[in-house]
């Protein structure tokens, strides 16, 4: 009888240690996982670090909210790991539904991380948020130049040229002279509330895209990058005639360029001849490839200029660009080369 009881015992206590571990767990996987070189800001239970992460069908990084565990993550280097998930259960409502583990690292690459002040000056930022508001318009941008240590912005009517300093995340935005055309309304009201966001201190934080500059902890403005992708779209809708060409600003007649941007392709007319060729945008810079040309002769001594600088100025490999509202702005180290505005397409 005590030897029954004995046996009884064990069999609930195996039971329940077999209970337990399935209320805990469930089916676990493994899989590769890329982790970046950086970590973002982000949102969990509340303000935190996360890693950015490319999963194997991933074409852009994604926030990874929990921690790997047996993971030892150093910034500068970008890893390619493999890492098994276990699915959990009877876990609380604020914490994460599986459990990461660290399987191997499959590779560590050291990767330079970018100075977030040399990235302020990359590009033109989009402005996506002011004073906690989604900002609608496409129209409102800011763009640094560390060089000089200046900013210029618009809402979509005026500009605002001003100063900044900058030491590490610590950002100070002042003051500075703006144009003064009358606006839409709304524009108008845009325009005031960036005006009140000057000459106040913000820490800079990173996200996947851009940027967002914080006060107290509380989100002031948050900017982002318009993708290649977009650009080549905004490109691509209109066509472009040139305005100005090494600071001489003229009519330059049937002077046009337009983009195919599924094809990745460059379209124009350089005075006399047509011309068309595949064009690489990497963040701001501008390449041009080979680019075929009709052979028509050039009687006027004005077009046969304009194409012949033209021509040399497509076949270099330092341009940058931006486009600002109706503007599309090529440049040569802090020269402005050549500027395009849209015509009816």
């Not at 970590?39 to 303000?47: F, L, Q």
């Not at 930022?125 to 560390?146: D, H, M, Q, R, S």
């Not at 330092?318 to 395009?340: K, M």
Request: some cysteine; hydrophobic content about 35%; charged content about 25%.
């Amino acid at each position: 009888m005590k030897k029954n009881i004995q046996m009884i015992l064990k069999s609930l206590f195996l039971a329940l240690f077999v209970l337990l571990q399935s209320g805990v767990m469930a089916q676990s996987n493994t899989f590769k996982l890329e982790v970046k070189e950086e970590k973002g800001d982000c949102t969990g239970v509340g303000p935190m670090k996360c890693y950015f992460v490319k999963y194997h069908n991933s074409k852009d990084w994604e926030y990874f909210y929990t921690q790997i565990q047996g993971f030892d993550y150093q910034e500068g280097y970008r890893y390619t790991l493999r890492v098994k998930r276990t699915k959990l259960t009877n876990v609380p409502a604020d914490a994460s539904t599986y459990k990461y583990e660290l399987v191997k690292i499959l590779k560590k690459k050291a990767v330079k991380v970018p100075n977030k002040e040399a990235l302020l000056g990359d590009k033109k930022w989009f402005i996506t948020e002011l004073n906690g508001k989604t900002v609608e318009t496409k129209n409102a941008y800011i763009k640094f130049f560390p060089g000089r240590s200046s900013y210029s912005a618009s809402m979509g009517c005026n500009t605002l040229n001003g100063a900044y300093t900058q030491d590490g995340k610590a950002i100070h935005l002042k003051a500075g002279m703006s144009t003064q055309m009358m606006c839409d309304p709304e524009t108008m009201k845009l325009e005031r509330a960036f005006s009140g966001i000057l000459n106040r201190k913000y820490t800079l934080e990173s996200t996947d895209n851009g940027f967002t500059f914080k006060e107290n902890g509380q989100v002031i403005l948050k900017i982002k990058a318009q993708t290649t992708s977009e650009e080549l779209a905004f490109l691509g809708k209109h066509k472009w005639k040139l305005f100005s060409l090494h600071g001489v600003g003229m009519d330059y007649g049937n002077v046009t360029l337009e983009f195919n941007a599924n094809e990745k392709r460059v379209f124009g007319n350089s005075g006399c001849n047509n011309f068309n060729g595949p064009i690489t945008i990497e963040g701001n810079k501008l390449i041009f490839g080979v680019l075929a040309r009709t052979l028509m002769a050039c009687p006027e001594p004005e077009k046969n200029e304009t194409e012949q600088k033209l021509m040399s100025l497509f076949s270099s490999k330092d341009l940058t660009f931006d486009i600002a509202e109706q503007t599309f702005n090529i440049y040569q180290g802090s020269r402005t080369v050549a500027t395009y505005g849209i015509v009816g397409k």
